[in-house]
């Protein structure tokens, strides 16, 4: 779909009709008409068939909900996310970071994905349950991973038939997933027990204690459904998401000296011996702008739709109501307009005037932005800073890798590495 998505618009321009199966869908590859969609005209879309696929997965929740139930769930959570609560969070980024390099040997052979997918799996589960909860933080894990790779399947099956699709939806009761209903029950099978135990302790500075102590204008509290909803997104949205972009991070780290004695020399100047910390952020700046690029190429979410619920008007054009609008961070970020050279891995773009807003959006935007963006872009660059202080990955392999057809742009094999003792 994607290769579809970016050739099209290479060749018909910045918005391109097409039809399958009898649907219309709109592709949209132009700043100005993207921040239409997301932004200026944001209350003229709902969300398309793939919230509706999530909802099977995390129920009704920040991340599936419209306005105005999205706007009241985001303004309570919005906290959890500050600036000062972040910095509770960036302790355990290092940490954790620390504590799985480690486990390497100098000299030893390590999967960079499965690396990266352990560490961001403890801190997640270290952010929104505490410390002690690896064994159930590692079952969502497995369902998430086992979703991903079938939504990607399904995925262009579903938008085709997405007027099919959403009528089973909109009369069949929420309880009833049509696609996702064994996984769903998997992860409520997890997640109960935990917000069960915690409801009989008091305290604590995860996200978990905080939904369960946060109250409404009326004073209404998030029932236990609410809280698992919420829990099984954060583990969605900044799980394998971050693991994505940190393994192609050392992957184009590991393809070019440059990049890495430039990582180097930043991180032997602004840390020197010691390990990171949430003020050092704003210091590394070449560290960040290698997740910038590696968030550019491969953007945790790579299309996504918005379905106009009346007719709109983008870029002249009269899209009309129930039609498939689509954006893709993916094929924006490679678009030669915005970025000269758009396939290479080059950090220094981000040194240099920042592109339009809506040319580079790997968070998406508007009232739906991903509400997680500061607690991903912090843990991108504490644990590249953590890691590339103390080790040199090579890669043992250095053909080129492509990313998988999934619905994460994971690498269609796995990347392995010799770490190296800096």
Same mark, same amino acid.
């Given at each position: $779909?994607?290769?579809?998505?970016?050739?099209?618009?290479?060749?018909?321009?910045?918005?391109?009709?097409?039809?399958?199966?009898?649907?219309?869908?709109?592709?949209?590859?132009?700043?100005? $008409?993207?921040?239409?969609?997301?932004?200026?005209?944001?209350?003229?879309?709902?969300?398309?068939?793939? !919230?509706?696929?999530?909802?099977?997965?995390?129920?009704?929740?920040?991340?599936?909900?419209?306005?105005?139930?999205?706007?009241?769930?985001?303004?309570?959570?919005?906290?959890?996310?500050?600036?000062?609560?972040?910095?509770?969070?960036?302790?355990?980024?290092?940490?954790?970071?620390? *504590? !799985?390099?480690?486990?390497?040997?100098?000299?030893?052979?390590?999967?960079?994905?499965?690396?990266?997918?352990?560490?961001?799996?403890?801190?997640?589960?270290?952010?929104?349950?505490?410390?002690?909860?690896?064994?159930?933080?590692?079952?969502?894990?497995?369902?998430?991973?086992?979703?991903? /790779?079938?939504?990607?399947?399904?995925?262009?099956?579903?938008?085709?038939?997405?007027?099919?699709?959403?009528?089973?939806?909109?009369?069949?009761?929420?309880?009833?997933?049509?696609?996702?209903?064994?996984?769903?029950?998997?992860?409520?099978?997890?997640?109960?027990?935990?917000?069960?135990?915690?409801?009989?302790?008091?305290?604590?500075?995860?996200?978990?204690?905080?939904?369960?102590?946060?109250?409404?204008?009326?004073?209404?509290?998030?029932?236990?459904?609410?809280?698992?909803?919420?829990?099984?997104?954060?583990?969605?949205?900044?799980?394998?998401?971050?693991?994505?972009?940190?393994?192609?991070?050392?992957?184009?780290?590991?393809?070019?000296?440059?990049?890495?004695?430039?990582?180097?020399?930043?991180?032997?100047?602004?840390?020197?011996?010691?390990?990171?910390? $949430?003020?050092?952020?704003?210091?590394?700046?070449?560290?960040?702008?290698?997740?910038?690029?590696?968030?550019?190429?491969?953007?945790?979410?790579?299309?996504?739709?918005?379905?106009?619920?009346?007719?709109?008007?983008?870029?002249?054009?009269?899209?009309?109501?129930?039609? /498939?609008?689509?954006?893709?961070?993916?094929?924006?970020?490679?678009?030669?307009?915005?970025?000269?050279?758009?396939?290479?891995?080059?950090?220094?773009?981000?040194?240099?005037?920042?592109?339009?807003?809506?040319?580079?959006?790997?968070?998406?935007?508007?009232?739906?932005?991903?509400?997680?963006?500061?607690?991903?872009?912090?843990?991108?660059?504490?644990?590249?800073?953590?890691?590339?202080?103390?080790?040199?990955? *090579?890669?043992?392999?250095?053909?080129?890798?492509?990313?998988?057809?999934?619905?994460?742009?994971?690498?269609?094999?796995?990347?392995?590495?010799?770490?190296?003792?800096?």
């Amino acid at each position: $779909m994607l290769a579809f998505f970016a050739d099209a618009s290479r060749k018909y321009g910045p918005i391109v009709s097409f039809r399958v199966l009898g649907q219309r869908i709109v592709l949209v590859d132009d700043a100005d $008409m993207i921040a239409d969609v997301l932004q200026n005209q944001q209350q003229r879309f709902s969300r398309d068939t793939g !919230a509706a696929l999530l909802r099977e997965i995390v129920g009704d929740g920040v991340l599936t909900t419209e306005d105005p139930a999205h706007l009241v769930r985001r303004r309570l959570l919005q906290p959890a996310f500050h600036r000062a609560r972040i910095a509770t969070y960036t302790e355990g980024m290092v940490e954790e970071a620390q *504590r !799985a390099s480690e486990r390497w040997n100098d000299g030893g052979t390590i999967d960079v994905g499965a690396e990266m997918t352990r560490l961001t799996l403890a801190v997640v589960g270290r952010s929104l349950f505490g410390t002690d909860v690896g064994e159930e933080a590692g079952g969502i894990a497995r369902v998430i991973a086992s979703i991903g /790779s079938r939504g990607g399947r399904l995925q262009p099956l579903v938008a085709a038939l997405a007027p099919l699709f959403l009528a089973m939806r909109q009369f069949l009761p929420q309880r009833v997933r049509v696609i996702f209903g064994r996984e769903r029950a998997e992860l409520e099978a997890i997640v109960d027990p935990i917000v069960a135990r915690r409801r009989l302790q008091a305290g604590g500075d995860d996200l978990l204690a905080m939904l369960l102590e946060v109250r409404d204008e009326d004073g209404r509290s998030l029932t236990d459904a609410d809280i698992r909803n919420e829990l099984i997104t954060f583990v969605l949205a900044g799980h394998e998401t971050t693991s994505s972009a940190l393994t192609w991070a050392w992957y184009a780290i590991g393809r070019n000296p440059r990049i890495e004695a430039r990582l180097h020399e930043e991180l032997d100047l602004v840390l020197g011996e010691r390990l990171p910390a $949430m003020d050092d952020v704003p210091k590394l700046r070449y560290t960040a702008a290698i997740f910038n690029e590696a968030l550019r190429l491969f953007p945790p979410a790579a299309a996504f739709g918005r379905r106009p619920i009346t007719d709109v008007h983008i870029g002249g054009y009269r899209i009309p109501r129930g039609a /498939s609008v689509f954006v893709s961070p993916f094929v924006t970020h490679r678009n030669p307009r915005y970025f000269p050279d758009p396939d290479a891995f080059v950090p220094e773009r981000w040194e240099s005037e920042a592109p339009p807003k809506f040319a580079y959006f790997p968070f998406g935007g508007g009232a739906k932005m991903c509400i997680g963006e500061p607690f991903a872009r912090a843990e991108g660059v504490l644990v590249l800073a953590t890691i590339a202080r103390s080790w040199r990955l *090579r890669l043992r392999d250095a053909a080129d890798v492509e990313p998988a057809p999934s619905a994460l742009l994971r690498p269609s094999r796995p990347i392995r590495a010799t770490t190296e003792r800096r």
